[in-house]
Structure formats: C-alpha cells, structure tokens
C-alpha cells in the first residue's frame, strides 16, 4: 500500500464508510445532507474534555429544550447553567451564552460557514472554529484534538515531544487535507477523530485493525504506544477546603457562586476559602455558614485542570432557616450542582 497522503486519506475514509461512531449529532457517513452547525457547535463544545457517553444525555436534554440557537440565546443564564451542571469547565457554559447571542444577534441565527468568522466569536478556539468548519460546512479546515495528535504522531513517528510538536502535528495533517479533491472535509476531520477514540487508543492500539497500518511508521518501528512522546508533566498543585451540608427540612442551604472564577456563576455549597494546607476539624466553626452543631463525614477529592482539591465533608441540620435564604430542593439538588459539589453531597448522604 502506498504511504502518500492521498492513499491514506483514501483508505481512511473507505473505513469510515463502515465503521463511523452513531452519535446524536452526526449525519452518516457520505451523507450530503445539511446538517444544523448550531447541532455540531454545541456537540462540540461538550466534547471538550469528556466523553461521547457523558455528553449525549447533555446534547439530548439541551437539543430538546432549546432546539435553536435563537431559543439557546433567549434562555435565561441560571437555566443554561444548570442544564450544564455535570459537565464540568463551567466558564464553556457562559461562553455558551454569549456565542448564541452573538449568532442569533449579529448573524441572523445562523452560523457563519467562515473558519475566521467563526473565530470571531465568543468561546470559539482555533480547534471548535475549525470543527464547525469542516463538520457543518465541509470547509478544508485542519482539525486536531487529542485523539488526531495521536494518530498524527503514530503515522508518522514524530519525536518532537507535546507540546512542542503542536504545530508539525498541525502541519502534518494539513498535508492529508489539502489532497481532499473528494470534498469530504467533514467526514475526514470525524474519520481521524474516530480512528483515535476508537482504533488508535492511547493504550493497546488496535493496529490489526487500522485502514492506515501500512502507511503507520511507529507500527513499522514496533512500538506505537512511545508516541506521541510528551514532555514530563509537572504535579499539579493540592489544595484544601471544607465544604457544608446544611440541611432545613426538605431543603439544603445553597450559594450562587461569583460570576468571576472557577465554577463562576453555577450554584454550590458553601466553603471555606481553598488552601495550600489541610484545614483542622476546629476551624469549621470559623468558616461555617452559621452557627450548628457541625460533625464531619468525611471527604471528597476532586481534579480540576490546575489543582487537585480535598474537601472535608461536614453537615449539620438547622432548625430554621433563618436569615439565609438560599435553600434548594433536597430531591432536585444532585443534578443541579457541579460535580465537586454533587460528589460531596454524596458524602453527606444526600442522594
Ligand atoms: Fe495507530 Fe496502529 Fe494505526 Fe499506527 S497502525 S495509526 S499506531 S492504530
């Protein structure tokens, strides 16, 4: 088999023919059918940093409820953040917001097919501009995340450590773009993204079974799994907290976080202040909501991208509400928290 662009492009978009993934915001393979680019933006976007699986109820429920960007741009910000809850990296919701008013107010509703244009607008990198591109308008966009690097890097057994590599990656892959004359932009850019997720894992490729195999330098060097060859990470930061469960009846005590910062503008449990050291049992008075009989249940780790927190679980019951009056629904309450908060409310014996 030859090893040129166009002979791999060719033998991976044969592949993809027959093996494309089945997800909610696809067309099939060599479909010409129109598909909607606000369905491919907003797929996109949830796609960063989770799976298809965790994704699709999220792109099913939002799809349902605001099943245009004009109705995602006329939705109200806490509906839209709670709807979100669960995703993770809060600040793509308000970018969410923003983007979808921006279309519905200065494009008339429609996206523009314009990989610039696209970047123009809130929340679009280079990467979810060039997706919507290519995917939504099979525009000759080169389109490279996590799982293309790899099979970039694979291909052609790239020694350039990540991140270093980004741009050769990049390069790289243009080359296959650039020989599309069968115009499939869109179908190329999900074929490489589905030989990465499905064939070209990260652990045990599955290199029997690659349409590109021949072509695939580190197969022929035996060793796929060293590339891509990344640069040592350094250990994130740890962080500390307490996080309170106050409970009133049917309802727990609640706070809108600040618009600014992480998790910005999604409901959670009060805190205290994050820090660099454990946080002793007596200190939960100190920054506890209010004064209760406050006993700990124990802890709750979390990852977020530039530190690892470990939050103390404590809860106390009230016996009224008091002057606070930001309690929610003890039923409701799992779905409509941020992760670190429902994994804490776990802890606490709450669902
Ligand atoms: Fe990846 Fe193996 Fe295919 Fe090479 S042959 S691209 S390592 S699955």
Redesign the pocket.
């Known amino acids: 088999m030859s090893t040129s662009p166009t002979s791999i492009r060719q033998n991976l978009l044969r592949w993809y023919d027959t093996h494309a993934r089945d997800l909610p915001w696809r067309r099939p393979p060599g479909s010409t059918a129109a598909i909607d680019p606000y369905r491919v933006w907003l797929s996109e976007v949830m796609l960063q940093q989770t799976t298809t699986a965790h994704a699709a109820p999220y792109f099913h429920a939002f799809t349902a409820r605001w099943p245009s960007v004009d109705d995602l741009a006329r939705a109200d910000d806490p509906e839209v953040m709670a709807a979100w809850a669960g995703l993770g990296y809060y600040a793509r919701a308000r970018n969410l917001k923003a983007c979808a008013r921006a279309v519905a107010g200065q494009h008339g509703g429609r996206f523009p097919c314009d990989e610039a244009q696209l970047r123009s607008l809130p929340g679009l990198g280079p990467y979810t501009a060039a997706a919507v591109a290519a995917i939504a308008f099979d525009a000759p966009a080169v389109v490279v995340d996590g799982n293309v690097e ?2 970039i890097s ?2 052609y057994a790239v020694e350039e450590p990540l991140p270093h590599a980004k741009d050769s990656l990049r390069a790289l892959t243009a080359g296959l773009v650039a020989v599309g004359a069968d115009g499939r932009h869109g179908d190329f850019a999900q074929a490489m993204m589905d ?2 997720a499905t ?3 990260p652990k045990a ?3 029997a ?5 021949s ?5 022929a060097q035996g060793r ?2 060293s ?1 891509p060859v990344k640069l040592k990470k350094a250990t994130i930061p740890q962080k500390y907290g307490l996080v309170f469960i106050l409970r009133c009846g049917d309802a727990v005590l609640v706070e809108t976080r600040p618009d600014r910062g992480l998790l910005g503008g999604m409901l959670g449990l009060p805190t205290s202040p994050w820090r660099d050291t454990p946080i002793a049992e007596d200190e939960a008075e100190v920054f506890a909501p209010t004064e209760a009989a406050w006993r700990i249940e124990g802890e709750v780790t979390h990852v977020f991208t530039h530190f690892r927190l470990r939050l103390t679980v404590v809860t106390a019951e009230a016996p009224s509400r008091g002057r606070h009056n930001t309690w929610h629904d003890r039923v409701r309450l799992q779905s409509a928290l941020p992760t670190v908060f429902a994994k804490a409310l776990k802890v606490g014996g709450e669902g």
């Open positions: 790899r099979v694979r291909l030989l990465g064939v070209c894992r490729p599955v290199c079974q690659c349409p590109v195999r072509a695939c330098q580190a197969l796929p799994e590339f």
